[in-house]
């Protein structure tokens, strides 16, 4: 099994920063190596890909909205995902979202079907 705790988010004005952290923990998680992303949903429109990072570190980007600005990483030994952002903007106001994919697939993914398992989410609020 897989349990995953976001955290992190918060009010901030438009130009400041916000570190999201993303937990996880169970049997599943801790024996195999696993792909992990964010993902953000904003009021009225569908769940969209922020960025995805493999077990190895290598990571992925919704290069339109974000690259540049965010940066994603993780601590396997903390069993932590984190993802840095910058220079943030109104429109990245949203519910956050990390997710894990499914055992033994250790690459990240631009794809929701890739990801079994979902946190509750964080509400990151960035005022103009």
């Known amino acids: 099994q897989v349990q995953l705790v976001e955290s992190g988010g918060g009010l901030v004005q438009a130009g400041g920063s916000l570190r999201l952290s993303c937990a996880g923990s169970?049997?599943?998680?801790?024996?195999?190596?696993?792909?992990m992303g964010w993902f953000r949903q904003a009021p009225g429109k569908e769940r969209e890909f922020v960025a995805a990072?493999?077990?190895?570190?290598?990571?992925?980007y919704n290069s339109d909205s974000v690259k540049g600005r965010f940066t994603i990483s993780r601590d396997n030994a903390k069993s932590t995902m984190y993802l840095q952002m910058n220079s943030l903007k109104p429109e990245d106001t949203a519910v956050y979202y990390c997710?894990?994919?499914?055992?033994?697939?250790?690459?990240?993914?631009?794809?929701?079907?890739?990801?079994?398992?979902w946190g509750q989410g964080t509400q990151v609020t960035v005022s103009s």
């Open positions: 997710a894990v994919t499914r055992p033994a697939s250790p690459g990240g993914s631009k794809r929701e079907q890739d990801y079994d398992y």
């Open positions: 169970g049997r599943t998680f801790n024996t195999y190596a696993m792909g």
């Open positions: 990072i493999s077990w190895s570190g290598s990571s992925l």
